[in-house]
């Protein structure tokens, strides 16, 4: 039997709705029964980004079953405001659709762990025992509320850094070259003379600051590509207010 509720979601997760729900309460009607879980995944809102429920200013839960014309108010995990005289130390793990995101968390400095083919289980496994944030495009990689786990809303590759930063207060933890784009172990200051066999002359021509991995044996240098980078994040530092 079909049934109208109300429903209110708060903050971040409007990000998930239509123009004609955010912000605001709205009815929406489902078949009965049907419980505050099913509703939210029909939202397409992820189980895990879900912090309090109230039903009709009650506590409830996700197996909690609707009542015709119940009022479901809902929110995100409480979370500190970010800060950036608080040093935080995050670390990440990210799902297979984010590779592009771990390169440039990792040329930010940032400890992110990212394999093409990991799988659902292992990166739950890895973030649990390393206490890692997960960084996922899957709505269904976790069923469970779960504050270390984040949706990335953005889809495009500068956007999605921005959104990182921004969401997880990152901009004064910023530590451009200290990390390997490709394997995320730490990079060392390396002399011009000792990278000129791995480079081209070119290359040798226009930089004087490379740094190496010690692991994959990559040469890194501060070329256009991370000039471009720097200064994306510079203006989403000067903007970071708004
Ligand atoms: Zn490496």
């Known amino acids: 039997m079909q049934k109208e509720f109300t429903f209110r979601f708060y903050s971040i997760l409007n990000d998930f709705l239509n123009n004609d729900q955010k912000q605001q309460r709205f009815k929406e ?8 879980r099913e509703c939210i995944m029909a939202f ?3 189980v895990f980004e879900i912090g309090k429920i109230f039903i009709n ?3 409830a839960s996700l197996k909690t079953e609707l009542n015709e014309n119940d009022r479901c108010s809902i929110y995100p995990h409480l979370r500190t405001i970010p800060s950036n005289n608080i040093a935080h130390d995050y670390n990440f793990i990210l799902d297979a ?3 592009k995101l771990a390169r440039y968390l990792r040329m930010l400095g940032f400890d ?9 289980e292992e990166i739950r496994k890895i973030a649990e025992e390393e206490q890692r944030i997960v960084l996922t495009r899957d709505k269904i990689i976790k069923s469970t509320p779960d504050p270390s786990y984040y949706y990335i809303r953005a889809t495009e590759k500068h956007q999605q850094l921005k959104e990182v930063v921004k969401f997880w207060g990152l901009s004064s933890q910023i530590k451009p070259f200290t990390r390997c784009m490709t394997c995320n172990s730490k990079l060392i200051k390396i002399q011009k003379k000792e990278v000129l066999h791995k480079i081209d002359d070119d290359i ?3 930089f004087n600051e490379f740094y190496i991995c010690k692991k994959c044996d990559k040469v890194f240098w501060k070329g256009s590509h991370f000039k471009r980078m720097e200064k994306q994040i510079l203006d989403l530092i000067s903007n970071n207010e708004n």
């Not at 009607?29 to 505050?36: A, G, H, S, Y």
């Open 29 to 36: 009607t489902f078949k009965t029964p049907v419980t505050v």
């Open 44 to 46: 397409r809102i992820p």
């Open 57 to 59: 200013e009650n506590p």
């Open 97 to 99: 659709h984010l590779g």
């Open 112 to 120: 992110t762990l990212y394999h093409n083919n990991f799988q659902d």
């Open 204 to 206: 040798a021509d226009h």
